[in-house]
Nanobody, 130 residues
Framework: QLQLVESGGGLVQPGGSLRLSCAAS????????IGWFREAPGKEREGVSC????????NYADSVKGRFTISRDNAKNTVYLQMNSLKPEDTAVYYC???????????????????????WGQGTQVTVSA
């Protein structure tokens, strides 16, 4: 059974850092594009970052560019989101999501749209506050 488990969330002061992990079980990640999303209270879920199957290409929301870095270790079946220079507006539940993309057409494919991802983790809370 395909499962994604996020970890690494917590309470951090503004300007601080956190590293989120997304561990996959029941499948191997190397055929899957991974996205990170977040949902703040009263707001719609938004795409934060995504990474191609190989990790060769990444994309970021404008609000996190230059502060967040997505990476993956397919050997460990894990994707990471390094978050630096955190701001109070980064406070949200963070989710990782996966979609299978195979073949040559999937080599460069990635998406920040939640509607493209059928598989989701349970989320981890990130709170940025003094």
């Amino acid at each position: 059974q395909l499962q994604l488990v996020e970890s690494g969330g917590g309470l951090v002061q503004p300007g601080g850092s956190l590293r989120l992990s997304c561990a996959a079980s029941g499948f191997t990640l190397d055929s899957y594009v991974i996205g990170w999303f977040r949902e703040a209270p009263g707001k719609e879920r938004e795409g934060v970052s995504c990474i191609t199957r190989s990790g060769g290409s990444t994309n970021y929301a404008d609000s996190v560019k230059g502060r967040f870095t997505i990476s993956r270790d397919n050997a460990k079946n894990t994707v990471y989101l390094q978050m630096n220079s955190l701001k109070p507006e980064d406070t949200a539940v963070y989710y990782c999501a996966a979609v299978r993309r195979i073949g040559l057409s999937g080599v460069l494919w990635m998406s920040l749209s939640q509607h493209d991802y059928p598989n989701w983790g349970q989320g981890t809370q990130v709170t940025v506050s003094a």
